[in-house]
């Protein structure tokens, strides 16, 4: 059975949740050769947080972020985003709802390689309501004196620096990162994963971190445990450690 972990209150004391996620499914295909990708989990999010799931390839992470972030829809159940229930809406409402409200960060960074890291986040910035300057932006992931870089001329850690700087130019209520770290050495994922550590506790950006490395956990206030499509444990860290603090 799906576990339901308290809502974490994360950053803000009494934070109502951002998500309620109730018996989420998932089926891929039909019959004998059906994909049960997600078996009806269940869970909470408060505002603010930064939540980690954790657990090997195949096991629902990723599917459950597609979902949320609204890339995919559900075979079943329920997902709120405040009072709004997402596997209600039909295309054009998740569009605007990814464009408004989440920010992506992937295992591979996806820059355009002819631009600038500022002409990168810039793409993003052009398009959003309310952006940030690219510069600050890019300040916020320590790469203000890499403004004019081109991608070949930044490390991978860098890269995906700009990445995240590109994803939360937008001001995102959320970030879904699924193994932002997962193509980088211990010493430069520390790096990533301090960037996102920063953004979620000084913007207040509820963050989902996807990792099968049980040590990045410990950055959380909530941690989610994967298997088989379902939730099989969820702790709560009263303290977090700093990313510079992990035993990778």
Request: with cysteine; hydrophobic share 40%.
């Amino acid at each position: 059975m799906a576990s339901a972990p308290p809502t974490s209150t994360a950053n803000v004391s009494g934070a109502p949740p951002i998500y309620r996620i109730e018996g989420l499914t998932k089926v891929y295909g039909e019959g004998a050769s059906a994909v049960h990708a997600l078996r009806g989990v269940d869970f909470s999010v408060a505002r603010g947080a930064m939540l980690v799931l954790l657990g090997p390839s195949g096991s629902g992470k990723s599917t459950l972020l597609n979902i949320l972030g609204g890339l995919d829809h559900a075979t079943a159940g329920r997902a709120w985003f405040h009072d709004r229930d997402l596997t209600e809406f039909d295309d054009a409402a998740l569009t605007e709802y990814r464009r408004r409200s989440v920010g992506f960060i992937f295992q591979f960074y996806n820059l355009v390689a002819s631009l600038t890291a500022r002409e990168n986040v810039s793409l993003i910035t052009e398009i959003s309501e309310n952006p940030m300057d690219p510069a600050e932006a890019l300040a916020l992931v320590g790469l203000e004196t890499r403004l004019d870089h081109f991608p070949a001329e930044l490390s991978g850690g860098e890269q995906q620096r700009v990445a995240i700087a590109r994803a939360i130019a937008k001001r995102p209520e959320v970030l879904l990162c699924d193994e932002p770290t997962g193509a980088l050495d211990s010493q430069t994922g520390t790096r990533v994963l301090a960037a996102l550590d920063q953004i979620n506790r000084e913007l207040g950006t509820t963050t989902f971190v996807i990792t099968h490395n049980a040590v990045i956990a410990d950055i959380a206030d909530e941690v989610l445990l994967f298997g088989d499509g379902q939730i099989t444990g969820a702790r709560h860290n009263d303290v977090r450690k700093s990313p510079a603090e992990l035993n990778w």
